[in-house]
């Protein structure tokens, strides 16, 4: 397992856009990668995830369009781009690993989490 560290996060008007970053303390080789969200009083919910070579990209039908993830493995760095962005995107945002890319949607399957950047989203 590694260590992921997000940051990126804060707070901007709707319509505005944010770069979440998740740096790993090693490597990320063969790791896909997933980002979560957590708003106040709610569940955990899958936003987007990648395959290890990138190839393949996943998201939420909330956010596709919206949002596009994207890694760097040189850095074990993994991006989310998010432009658009609503006051319903408001939510504590995680990054996880998951040694499988199968069920990626489904955070059973990651083994290792970051502690999580805040999005405040206004209107």
């Known amino acids: 397992q590694v260590q992921l560290l997000e940051s990126g996060g804060g707070s901007v008007q709707a319509g505005g856009s944010l770069r979440l970053s998740c740096t790993a303390s090693?490597?990320?080789?063969?790791?896909?990668m997933g980002w979560f969200r957590q708003a106040p009083g709610k569940e955990r919910e899958f936003a987007a995830a990648i395959t290890w070579s990138g190839i393949t990209t996943i998201y939420a039908d909330s956010v596709k369009g919206r949002f596009t993830i994207s890694r760097d493995n040189a850095k074990n760095t993994v991006f989310l781009q998010m432009n658009s962005l609503k006051p319903e995107d408001t939510a504590l945002y995680y990054c996880?690993?998951?040694?499988?890319?199968?069920?990626?949607?489904?955070?059973?399957?990651?083994?290792?989490w970051g502690q999580g950047t805040q999005v405040t989203v206004s209107s």
């Open positions: 090693g490597s990320l080789r063969f790791y896909a």
């Open positions: 996880a690993s998951a040694p499988r890319a199968t069920w990626l949607r489904d955070g059973k399957n990651y083994d290792s």
